[in-house]
């Protein structure tokens, strides 16, 4: 593939995973209907968490970790699919930072496309290496939903799945441009010394030629092994 092609498959993948990735980070009570996870009619996001059925329905507010329901007739029910504790849920921070991560690589990502940033290897080294925390955000933040959400994950964490499937393609193309750019760097700078370096080839006369060869020829064989020029050779002038 050409190096167009692969910045345009950079592109187009981190520009999905960006979408994939705010989807989750936008679930309930943000935005109602739109779960990581459901369970006796409670359903649960990132920020929080809003019950569906019964005399208390509401939502609660937005924080980092669910806090645990005021109404008693919810707290009766109120618990996580996976039976595990609440002060757990604080690890659900890292949506919102892998969020930021895929972010600022897709904006670094869309630069590749101007071609002094695109050519500049210590830019495309630190995009290649921001994509390796990135993928390891988005990775975490899956294994955080199946720890807490597991066996009811709606598909909205799935998404967060499939973003890390892109990204670690991305990483493994971004590392590909990296060595393109050292490539065409390194090409630039030898063409650029081989034209400062360039001498001018001539062609002696005739007469100069013959001139050469009867110097030679005055000196001991060894002398006139190591001169002996070719008359038919062109030779090159400083």
Not at 14 to 19: A, E, N, Q, R, Y
Not at 102 to 118: A, D, N, P, Q, R
Request: hydrophobic content about 50%; proline content about 5%.
């Amino acid at each position: 593939m050409s190096r167009f092609s692969l910045m345009m498959s950079v592109a187009i993948l981190m520009t999905i995973s960006l979408v994939f990735h705010i989807i989750p980070n936008i679930t309930t009570p943000v935005i109602d209907h739109l779960m990581l996870s459901q369970l006796d009619g409670i359903q649960f996001g990132v920020f929080g968490w809003c019950n569906t059925k019964g005399h208390s329905m509401g939502c609660s507010g937005l924080s980092i970790g669910y806090r645990y329901p005021q109404s008693s007739l919810l707290a009766l029910k109120f618990r996580l699919p996976s039976g595990i504790r609440y002060s757990v849920t604080r690890l659900l921070v890292v949506h919102p930072i892998a969020l930021v991560f895929v972010f600022v690589l897709w904006l670094m990502s869309l630069c590749l496309f101007i071609e002094k940033l695109g050519t500049s290897t210590s830019y495309t080294l630190g995009v290649a290496l921001l994509s390796l925390p990135t993928f390891l955000m988005s990775l975490l933040a899956f294994l955080v939903d199946l720890l807490l959400f597991v066996p009811t994950v709606c598909w909205p964490a799935w998404m967060v799945l499939i973003v890390t499937i892109f990204i670690a393609i991305c990483c493994s193309i971004l590392w590909s441009l990296r060595r393109s750019a050292i490539m065409i760097n390194y090409e630039a700078l030898y063409s650029t010394g081989d034209q400062d370096n360039q001498v001018e080839m001539v062609s002696l006369p005739d007469a100069q030629k013959q001139k050469l060869i009867d110097m030679n020829e005055t000196h001991d064989s060894d002398w006139n092994s190591s001169l002996m020029l070719e008359p038919e050779l062109t030779y090159r002038v400083p």
